[in-house]
């Protein structure tokens, strides 16, 4: 049996296995499959159906994943079984987490950057520099039912009592209340006190030691802790699910958060990307949406539920391009929360929920921000920094035709400069993510044999000209033997223009003097070369922040004319 | 798919656990009655932490002539655990009856008092399993009616079916007796309409679905509501309403999953043909009982009359699996399968 590699991915609704071979000397996807989730119940109904999905891809495919009776075993006994497996998961409550550091600046504020790619709820962040008196803080330590707790601050060599008095509180947290589930601690602080926290905490293999997150005053380094917050997660995920742990113990594999997973990934593409911008991923989900951003060597990430209230309701019916009441729209949206399956088959129901994805990608995309303010995401002008290519995922993606995806994604975005949207369609940076560290080969290649779709190129126009005037001449060379085309484009125009299929298409921008096209200089234009994409290259001169009627009708009428312009 | 199981003779099973370990006090085949504790966990109730070093002023290398007490000894309010001796005596004691549990660096933490954390069951019925450290489920039998969302209050009480025009003044100040009920109105409860009810003291409201204007009030009342179909201006189908009917003036109990979560109605009762040794997964299939879940047919029910092997094109321009559903007015709908709640009933229904 040819070399196979087979990554899960355990996700809120539905569990997702990829089969991954050789062809012709390069890996490629090969199959997949997919069950519903079953993480609530006993481990009996975890088993199965983790056991239905290997089940799926073994009869599909050559390769071995079950024993003769069809069971999950040691996978290790098994002839043909792939090289190695690897697991991921975003099912699961957050895990509540505790940030403890001595400074707002140099600690917490890092280490919210950290944990936010290992799906945790912040409950409690204890700053040292308050001078909390010791019972108070115990207090807080101790009714704050936390899962899992994060200890970071402190220069190498530097101040160590308020620490140790942490770590001594820490140690009665642990031993003298009785848990169903284990907390796990992370330290990733003054590296002095390490072995005392250690020797002081007596957490057993609960304890897990980490380089300082700060490396040096005002610089921190997230992936120095990334190994220790892997296996407190993993730790903790094994005691919640039952099942789990012997289904990664059968399977020889390590579950690791599906964020993290793809941020592997996110990152490797910025590596090797070379073109100065950053990558950035969105995951739409139906009832959260996951902002992966890499930029300058820097992986940032979170996952986002949007609580309903009457704010975020009216925001999302103002992007609506159906008319419809408040009350039918919020009912919608809190319906919708109890069944993430639904499918909207009128154009009424599409039109609240991708006026409510906009607003949920809007209000992660800000959420990050605050996480990181270097991030680049302004929430009336869009995403001011550039990053190259946005790769689109989730469920509500895969709901909508290509010119719907593009269309929500751009107005939740609204992205400056030129861009290039990618669809991963099969989530395939989840699932090369668990792969990444068994074979990096696997993962090269398979994203080097172009395996997103191009949704589209989108030129976003900076200009400050009332709605109507000229702001870009946009030139089109489809090859020698065909006619230059010419667009004009105006303020507050959204254009489509088609690539050619299967080959290049070149346009040459003309920019007025006060408009930017992302070349540097407002004014300063130049050829650009896009590949055939599934919309193709959308011009958005409509302007930063989006410039809409007050009126309902007319409104609608704006986003349903732009949506068509796009596909229809 | 999802599921609701809207039937008489249920078996019905209720987890009751503590949020951490502690003692069950109950064995399975245990009969328990309402507000019976099943388990309990006893944990100190504060904590003090002291700082002997700074507040007595003692040299760290010279702490342990000072202390008086050992680590893990009991101790009575008022004892000294610390005495630095000379002019003026500095003492450190004991505020409350407790135990010394940590000595380090000098720091004394004594644990006070003690706190139970009890688990007590909502609902009448047999211990049938044993969660060991944790819990016990109970087991009884009765008419089920589950709903899709609640507001985390558990609550019994006799059920009446509110019948009451709510648009005629002159009944505005004649709102039947509602202490301590459960009551179940089907008109369109606003909030002006939901203050109404509660000023009449119910133990419960349940409605067919809860209008969004009402969410936030519904989950801050001291009183449970729970919502049959969840949200918006649903009326309740066929089945439900005369399962409702079997429970007028009988004792019921509401059951919340937590807050945000669904909810179940049961009403105690004989045991009927249903047995959860032999039941089977019902799954979605021709003649089943589905609730529709979206406009312009929501909460509508009806039955599965085909499901086609192929995908079908909707107006959203979206594909999926559908289902051929029968109204009970005898409308046939093509609906995506996942558009569906499955209904569990009685097979005359």
New interface residues.
């Given amino acids: 049996m040819p070399k196979t590699y087979l990554s899960l991915d355990i996700g809120k609704s539905q569990t997702q296995a990829w089969l991954f071979a050789q062809k012709d000397g390069t890996w490629a996807v090969q199959g997949t499959a997919s069950v519903p989730s079953a993480i609530e119940g006993d481990g009996d109904q975890f088993r199965k159906s983790i056991q239905k999905l290997l089940s799926q891809i073994e009869q599909s495919h050559e390769v071995r994943l079950l024993d003769d009776h069809g069971k999950i075993t040691n996978i290790r006994r098994l002839d043909g079984a792939p090289a190695s497996i690897g697991m991921s998961m975003s099912a699961g409550k957050p895990l509540r987490t505790a940030l403890i550091g001595l400074s707002e600046a140099y600690s917490i504020a890092p280490l919210r950057r950290l944990v936010s790619l290992f799906n945790c709820e912040v409950v409690l962040e204890v700053n040292l520099q308050e001078n909390l008196?010791?019972?108070t803080?115990?207090?807080r330590l101790?009714t704050s039912?936390v899962e899992l707790y994060v200890i970071g601050g402190g220069a190498n060599g530097g101040a160590q009592k308020a620490l140790?008095?942490v770590i001594?509180?820490l140690?009665?947290v642990y031993h003298?209340?009785?848990?169903?589930i284990r907390p796990q601690i992370v330290y990733c602080g003054n590296q002095e006190l390490a072995e005392y926290a250690q020797s002081?905490i007596e957490a057993g293999l609960d304890m897990h030691l980490a380089s300082n997150i700060q490396t040096n005053p005002g610089q921190e380094d997230p992936s120095l802790v990334w190994k220790a917050m892997l296996k407190a997660f993993e730790r903790l995920r094994l005691q919640q699910i039952p099942g789990l742990a012997e289904v990664v113990s059968d399977l020889r594999t390590h579950v690791i958060p599906s964020d993290f997973s793809a941020g592997r990934m996110v990152r490797f593409l910025e590596r090797s990307s070379g073109n100065g911008k950053g990558v950035l991923m969105l995951r739409v989900d139906a009832d959260t949406v996951s902002v992966i951003a890499a930029r300058d060597q820097k992986l940032d990430g979170l996952c986002h539920r949007l609580d309903v209230n009457d704010e975020v309701l009216t925001a999302a019916k103002a992007l609506s391009i159906q008319i419809t009441d408040m009350?039918?729209f919020?009912?919608?949206i809190?319906?919708r929360a109890?069944?993430p399956?639904?499918?909207?088959?009128?154009?009424?129901?599409?039109g609240i929920e991708h006026s409510w994805a906009r607003v949920r990608i809007r209000e992660a995309l800000a959420a990050l921000q605050e996480l990181d303010p270097d991030f680049g995401y302004n929430p009336s002008l869009g995403l001011v920094r550039a990053y190259e290519p946005i790769i689109l995922s989730g469920s509500e993606m895969r709901?909508a035709?290509p010119h719907?995806g593009l269309m929500l994604a751009l107005d939740g975005i609204l992205p400056h400069g030129i861009t290039t949207i990618l669809q991963d369609e099969q989530s395939l940076l989840t699932a090369l993510g668990s792969l990444a560290p068994y074979d990096p080969m696997l993962a090269v290649q398979v994203l080097d044999n172009q395996v997103f779709t191009n949704l589209a190129t989108i030129i976003s126009v900076g200009t400050q000209t009332s709605e109507g005037q000229k702001v870009l001449q946009i030139e089109v060379n489809e090859g020698e033997q065909m006619p230059r085309l010419y667009h004009k484009i105006q303020a507050g125009d959204l254009k489509r223009i088609e690539t050619l299929v299967n080959s290049k298409t070149e346009l040459y921008l003309s920019p007025q003097d006060d408009s930017d096209v992302g070349m540097g200089l407002p004014g300063l234009g130049g050829w650009v070369t896009v590949l055939d994409s599934k919309v193709g290259v959308v011009v958005d001169a409509r302007g930063r922040p989006l410039n809409l009627p007050v009126d309902e009708i007319a409104r609608a009428e704006k986003l349903h004319n732009w949506l068509w312009e796009l596909g229809g | 798919?999802?599921k609701v199981i809207i039937q008489s003779g249920q078996p019905v099973y209720k987890q009751v656990r503590l949020?951490?370990?502690?003692t069950v006090l109950v064995r399975t085949g245990q009969e328990v009655e309402v507000g019976d504790v099943l388990a309990e966990?006893v944990?100190?109730r504060?904590?003090?932490?002291f700082?002997i070093v700074n507040h007595l002023r003692i040299p760290p290398n010279r702490l342990e002539q000072y202390l008086k007490r050992l680590n893990g000894e009991a101790v009575k309010k008022g004892d000294v655990i610390a005495q630095k001796p000379g002019l003026i005596t500095r003492i450190f004691r004991a505020s409350q009856d407790g135990k010394i549990?940590?000595m380090?660096?000098g720091?004394v933490?004594l644990?006070m008092g003690e706190r139970k954390l009890q688990v007590r069951a909502p609902i009448a019925g047999t211990v049938v399993e044993l969660i060991p450290g944790?819990g016990a489920v109970i087991g009884l039998t009765g008419n089920l009616v589950q709903g899709?969302?609640s507001n985390g209050l558990n609550a019994s009480g006799s059920f009446t079916r509110l019948e009451f025009d709510f648009n005629d003044p002159q009944q505005r100040e004649h709102l039947p007796e509602l202490v301590d009920k459960v009551v179940y109105s089907g008109a369109i409860i606003t909030p002006e309409r939901f203050r109404l009810i509660i000023a009449g003291k119910p133990a419960a409201i349940v409605l067919p679905s809860l209008?969004?204007?009402l969410?936030k009030e519904a989950l801050k009342s001291p009183v449970a509501v729970m919502s049959l179909n969840?949200?918006?201006?649903q009326v309740i189908d066929p089945v439900s309403l005369e399962l409702l009917g079997e429970m007028q003036d009988h004792e019921v109990f509401l059951l919340s999953d937590g807050k945000d979560q669904p909810a179940e109605l049961v009403m105690p009762g004989e045991g009927g043909q249903n047995s959860a040794l032999f039941d089977e997964e019902v799954t979605l299939g021709l003649g089943s009982m589905v609730r529709l879940?979206?406009?312009?047919y929501?909460g509508s029910t009806g039955r599965v009359v085909e499901l086609p092997d192929q995908a079908e094109r909707?107006?959203?321009?979206?594909t999926?699996k559908v289902a051929v559903v029968e109204r009970h007015d005898g409308e046939l709908i093509r609906?995506?399968v996942?558009?569906l709640?499955l209904m569990e009933v009685n097979p005359k229904d």
């Avoid at chain 1, 003298?176 to 169903?180: D, E, K, M, V």
């Fill in positions: 008196n010791a019972t803080q115990l207090d101790l039912d140790k008095t001594d509180n140690r009665l003298l209340i009785p848990r169903a002081e009350n039918s919020a009912a919608y809190y319906n109890l069944f399956e639904y499918i909207p088959a009128t154009l009424e129901d599409l709901l035709l719907q | 798919m999802s949020p951490q370990p502690g966990a944990i100190p504060e904590f003090q932490v700082d549990v940590s380090r660096e720091r933490t644990a944790f899709l969302w209008v969004p204007g969410i969840g949200f918006g201006d879940l979206g406009e312009p929501l909707f107006a959203s321009g979206l999926a609906v995506p996942t558009n709640l």
